[in-house]
């Protein structure tokens, strides 16, 4: 007996809703791009219980006609292409015809539609993927599909389901791409029946990001622009160095305005800030790379949130010179250099040299490199690499008959001065001075001490707050004037959560209508400029993803940032009881020698590598 069957319709359609529905935010997305491929003008989204209780969305698109609504319930039931002809270049958001089906095989949907020449409109309802009822209702052109109960007949798919604030998080940051996308069709988006973006129909992309984001966004933005080329145009804004975040959560990437998720195109996006941004630093992001549509394949994944290009190296090439140009055109950096010439062939000599610290052979002629440098090109990573030691040998030989002493090795600073453990630490510090206004040199027992100023009072900072949010004694500053200010929608998703930790902290705050918060009161000692970048700030890099997030660790995040907004910053002469005052409470603390970010709040070096410098031992 044969052993292979092919599988039921609804069997298959819940295969695939594994990969199409991963989490309400997946089923929001096939159905507003579904609106936006049907026409709509406007399109809302209302969301109950982060999208597992209820997910609706309506547009005044083209609608359907009864048969069509049913049909579209079918397993490779699409409008969008014909043939496979179609597939290599496909202008629509959807084309694969499987995700009604999917979705209504594992939930409860109701779908009402109704064409501009229809008489009336049709309801069709299907729980779990079984066709109840298909009748006629009233509405107007259009179409509404409203998903209840999301997973509720696969219990295992419903326990992956996170933190109603997770699944709201990424509802609201899916609209507010889709949103920016297409900034011609009004948005409404609904969390539990309040409203969090209203966005009426925009001109273009910078009115539609004043709408999501607010003024303070807009100041900081830097527009990109690449002009037409053959592979990529690449256009939209880039936040200007001085607005940083420590998370991509604030990068919205669109390939032919479809959001995808793509590694290639954010890594480039850092490419373009190189130099001028931090490791772990990100900028703000809105990006629109469009190209040809043969020039990209959107079919490589069943959501369709990843692409592949053609020619991705010259995708990436050009985000990251296009980004660089917008800097450049705002002086961040120098303006782009022409491109070097590709050399033709690479010789292992080439190699090597590109990798000599070019500050030293200033010094001296350009070495003559041994005679085995004249490698084959073929040669091997370790021969390459033996040479290059050799090489540099022979370049640090003739330096050093140059000049009086060799060259301390390159990173020795590190070496000399080094972090210092706890147990070395004694209680006899005393301040000498400041260097550049920002680390305080001083002298203990076992050698010079650098202490910079800013992670020290951090560290007071954070043990203070800790231990005053414990004890439950917050000390509060009220301000004359409460000072309002404007949630972006994904801060807006977290705020309600995170309000009653802040208060714990001596902040009052206020939701006022929409996405406007009122502080009325600060924690002692943040001075009041401070506290909305502070909130800002943690309300964007709390990691609503992070499922072993405990109350713990988010109040030591609270009170870190809190410790670092309101602690000295470096740049500040200090007077010498100051610099005392901040030795003494350093010392006390439960940890001095790391800042509650965990970089080294003191460096030593110690009188033995002094003795030895000057070859005294
Ligand atoms: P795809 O979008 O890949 O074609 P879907 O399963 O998402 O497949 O939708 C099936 C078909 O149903 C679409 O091709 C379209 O013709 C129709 N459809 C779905 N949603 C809407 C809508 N909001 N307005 C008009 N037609 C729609
Ligand atoms: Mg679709």
Known sequence: MSKIRVLADHVANQIAAGEVVERPASVAKELVENSIDAGAQRITIEIEAGGRRLLKVSDDGEGMVRDDAILAFERHATSKIRGTDD?????????????????????????TTCTEAAKAATRVTIDGGRMRDVKDAAHPRGTTIIVRDLFFNIPARRKFLRAEATETFHLTNLVTH?????????????????????????????????QIFGEEFLENLLEVNSGDSQVARVTGYVSAPRDRRTSRDAQYLFVNRRFVRDRMIGRSLSEGYRSILPHGVYPAALLFIETPLEEVDVNVHPAKTEVRFRRSAAVADAVREAVRAALASANFVPPPEPPPIPEPTMTATASVSSFIPQPRIEFVPPPTPPPRFEAPVEASGEEIARDLEVMLQSVSKSVSSVLPAPLPPLNSAEKFAREITPESLNANIRPLGQLEESFIIATDDEGLLLIDQHVAHERVLFDKYRALETERRVESQQLLVPETFDLTPAQAAVFDELAPEFENYGFELMRLSGRTVAIKATPADLPSGEARNMLAELLDTVDVEKKSRTRETLRDEIAASLACHAAIKVNMPLAPEKMRWLIDRLLQTSSPTTCPHGRPVILRLSTRDILKGFHRI
């Open 87 to 111: 597939l290599a270049a496909i202008g629509t958001l959807g084309f694969r015809g499987e995700a009604l089906a999917s979705i209504a095989s594992v939930a409860k949907v109701e779908l």
């Open 178 to 210: 889709y949103a920016l996308a297409h900034p011609e069709i009004a948005f409404t988006f609904v969390n539990n029946g309040r409203e969090v973006v209203r966005a009426a129909p925009a001109k273009d992309l910078r009115e539609r990001a004043y």
